[in-house]
């Protein structure tokens, strides 16, 4: 059989970075994947908080 590879894409959340300065409570998380050797940074993308109820910055925590 052959010799399994090392997996390059790994699963990391995201966490909106206005709602702590912010007050409100609970904290919108998202979940995805990232291939580590193409972006070995961390990311930031552009998604919808549904208690600010707006599209807000999201930085991945780990």
Request: net charge positive; proline share 3%; aromatic share 4%.
């Amino acid at each position: 059989m052959a010799k399994k590879k090392k997996e390059a894409r790994q699963v990391i959340h995201l966490e909106c970075t206005e709602q702590r300065d912010s007050g409100v409570g609970g904290m919108s998380r998202y979940t995805t994947q990232k291939n580590k050797k193409n972006t070995p940074g961390r990311i930031e993308l552009r998604k919808y908080n549904p208690y600010l109820r707006r599209v807000t910055l999201h930085r991945e925590i780990k």
